[in-house]
């Protein structure tokens, strides 16, 4: 039904780790979600879910060999997911033109298609931001990061793109750091979300389990989930995960122990002689 690309022409701000957690945030809600692995240089969607087997991925079907639908696999959560492929192999067969059509075919199948762009101004980058009908700019709050932001909201514009917002990313609430209202009048684009640092978003890359499932109550899916709800319409909970809970449930065991421990008459453990 509705495309949706995380939008940024600088590296490194938190594309697809917003996108991925995401997707995994709507998924989890009953929503039917695809998340399409566009950076095809440096595909890292299956990295970052742990899933690495994926013989047909999306630069067999922009190289033509492939329908999309052959390379759509099962994630966690009932989520789907396009991979693009680690060898750099095929890229000089990709034919870019090909994602938005993808992406169309696609939309007909799901509530949402989450695009993961590449980073830059490469034909790579623009076919992702030309592929989808709604973005999200992401960028960071230092003064250079102002100038890209600009850049990509200024394309997405032109390509009649519908625009959410920005999307702060990595707030530490420094004061060197550009405050919303200030991104606001540079970009002219309201912010839709403020996201801030978390050391668990990079634990979690690192240990290829999306913060989703490892943390999902950290500051950084607080704020994630609450942009969920904007993007759904209405308010979205929080994923609970099944570790979360086995932890809740072993710790409501042991003090529910505890107290029927206290709670026995005062029996000598001796008999008496
Ligand atoms: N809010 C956050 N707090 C802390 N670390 C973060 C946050 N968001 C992302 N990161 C970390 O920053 C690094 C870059 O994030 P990510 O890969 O999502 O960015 P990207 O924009 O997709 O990068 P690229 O442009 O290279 O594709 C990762 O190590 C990720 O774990
Ligand atoms: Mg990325």
Redesign the pocket.
Known sequence: MTSIVFA?GK???????ICLNMALILAKSGKKVVIVDA?MA?A?IGLMLGIERTPITLNHVLSGENAIADAVYDGPWGLRYVPSELSTERLSSVDYSKLKDAVLELEKHYDYVLIDPA?GWMVDAKSAMDSASEAYVILTPEPPAMADGLKVKNYLERKGTKLNGAIV??VLNDPSEVKPSEIESLLGIKVAAI?????M??RA?ASQQPIAMQSPHSP?MLALTKLAGQITGHAVALPETKVKKGILRSLVEFFRNLFRKKEKPNVPVTAPK
Do not use: A, Q
Not at 11 to 17: A, F, L, R
Not at 195 to 199: G, I, M, S
């Open positions: 940024s590296g490194g701000v938190g594309k697809s780790s950076d440096m890292n980073p990313n990595m996201l801030p640092e978390d050391r978003v990079r890359s950084f």
